[in-house]
């Protein structure tokens, strides 16, 4: 039975680190001269979408547009464009949906500020609700008492 | 009565703003291309069928232009094939090709075979130019006007029904 177990772990470890290891295979080209250049590579296509499939990133994606606005990205780097400007050319041909984060503006204030809002709010709705039940407790006695003298009473 | 004019008040905001987000909502999964409005992309293509006439920017001025980027790895081109024949034949606006990442044996042949809507096809062999065009799928087609501003684009085949109510309607 033990045995059983152990072939059933070693399969799905190993299907985990071939999914793993396909994953690492789409991005094939070789990497860029400097280990700098290719860090900024590595972090834009994975916060650039892939158009076409949509929730993957350039880093992550298999089809030809992918590849082809990788090397894209490549080619700016190359030629010495910063991070700012390639995502401003990303954006400029395919708009603010190609990050996957978006960007801080007058349009997107509400989506970076809501959360924070929002929890706020959640929380003054909590406090108001625990305070109004603890003052209703207090007119009303502690309960416990009572419970536990109708147990008492009980025969 | 007082204790449910919040939940109530937080409820019927959240109605409004789902209801503004439906109302805005794009065509489900159709991206609003940022050229609106905007000059078409610089560009210079190798024509397919003719060596001496490329395809680029100034081949947009001074007439509407009806851009299409297709393939023939593509099926939706094939189906919308028939479509821009039926538009060549109109003849209110010359129709311009980019065939993206093809063979160019390949695309003669589909050209020939299918007969040849374009008046002129730029070979975008490695997928800049679309790339700058914004492209994500094809077929795509973008409206362009005289002064070579995009005005329209039109993700997916084109159908007789699309070209009269979103690109005839916008000529001016």
Known sequence: MKTIFKTAAVLIAGAVLLGAAAAFAIDNSPPLPDPRLQQRYLNLTHELRCMQCQNESLADSPVGLASDLRRDVREQILAGATDEQIRDLMVSRYGEFILFRPRLNARTAWLWFAPAVLMLVGLWIGVRVLRDRQRRVDVMGPPDEDAARAESSDP | ?172
């Open chain 2, 1 to 172: 009565m007082n204790r449910f004019i919040l939940p109530l008040g937080a409820f019927g905001l959240l109605l409004v703003v789902l209801v503004v987000g439906l109302v805005h909502a794009p065509e489900k999964g159709i991206i609003v291309s940022p050229l609106l409005g905007k000059p078409a992309p610089q560009f210079s293509l190798p024509g397919l069928l003719d060596q001496t006439s490329p395809l680029q920017a100034q081949s947009l001025r001074g007439h509407w232009t009806l851009v299409n980027v297709w393939g023939t790895w593509c099926g939706e081109c094939r189906a919308e094939h028939e479509t821009l024949l039926a538009i060549k034949a109109q003849g209110r606006v010359p129709i311009y090709g980019i065939d993206w990442k093809d063979d160019d044996a390949q695309a003669r042949a589909w050209l020939n075979e299918l007969g040849n809507p374009y008046d002129r096809v730029g070979a975008d062999r490695e997928g800049r130019v679309a790339i700058d065009w914004g492209v994500y799928g094809a077929p795509e087609s973008f409206l362009v006007n005289p002064e070579g501003t995009v005005v329209y684009k039109y993700v997916g085949a084109l159908t007789l029904e699309v070209w009269q109510r979103e690109f005839l309607s916008r000529l001016l």
